[in-house]
């Protein structure tokens, strides 16, 4: 079975501040790893995604996240945030010979001016 | 632009009547789901389907069933709404080989 936990439901963040926010999964099978972006009244987006090769991944945006295989740990990073990334982050795993597709609790990014 | 739409996108019922929502995708992919969105919740799997006739459940099944008799519409449908089914229904599809979902654009549905 797989899981996801976003530990951080809320992120204050003050605007051109870097921002993280956290992902850890588990699960008994190899796994794909992405981040989507919810705006307002809205569906969600692909911002970027691990499949295999590098551990560092670029997205759109800005943003990139490091998958760790000995953490189990996904987390996405964006060294200097926008007012308009004010948005609701969620992780989301999908195991490798499986056709479940599934999604953290969300954090909520909120970008100060 | 995915190619998926969802309807109704709003619908008020009452509880213990049947509803069903419907989403229809043009891009002919194999894998489709649908998730509902409830606040600190996040998304959560409902049912999916890996072909025709291929479903299987998800987390939050209980209440829910589906149906795919065509590539291109995967049914979900309340047999007999109850509040707490009051939520926002998202269906999704998987691009083939790429891993990505793409969204509709949701379906807010409200039982009385």
């Known amino acids: 079975a797989q899981s996801v936990t976003q530990l951080d439901s809320q992120v204050p963040v003050f605007e051109e501040a870097p921002v993280e926010l956290r992902c850890n999964y588990s699960?008994?099978?190899?796994?794909?790893l992405f981040w989507y972006v919810q705006y307002p009244n809205q569906g969600l987006q692909l911002l970027l995604k691990y499949l295999s090769g590098s551990t560092l991944v670029k997205g759109i945006n800005g943003f990139e996240a490091e998958f760790n295989k000995s953490q189990t740990s996904f987390h996405l990073r964006k060294p200097s945030v926008h007012i308009s990334d004010t948005a609701e982050y969620f992780c989301?795993?999908?195991?490798?010979?499986?056709?479940?597709?599934?999604f953290g609790t969300g954090t909520r990014l909120k970008v100060l001016a | 632009d995915a190619g998926i739409t969802q309807s109704p996108r709003h619908k008020v019922t009452e509880t213990g009547t049947p509803v069903t929502l419907r989403c229809h995708q043009t891009e002919n992919h194999r894998y489709m789901y649908w998730y509902r969105q409830d606040p600190g919740h996040g998304l959560r799997l409902i049912h999916y389907s890996y072909g025709v006739k291929d479903t299987d459940k998800g987390e939050v099944s209980d209440g829910y069933s589906v149906s795919r008799s065509k590539t291109e519409d995967f049914l979900l449908t309340l047999e007999s709404a109850t509040s707490s089914q009051t939520s926002v229904y998202f269906c999704a599809i998987e691009g083939s080989n790429t891993g990505e979902l793409f969204f509709g654009e949701g379906s807010r549905l409200t039982v009385l």
């Open positions: 699960s008994s099978v190899s796994v794909y």
């Open positions: 989301a795993v999908s195991g490798s010979g499986t056709y479940k597709y599934i």
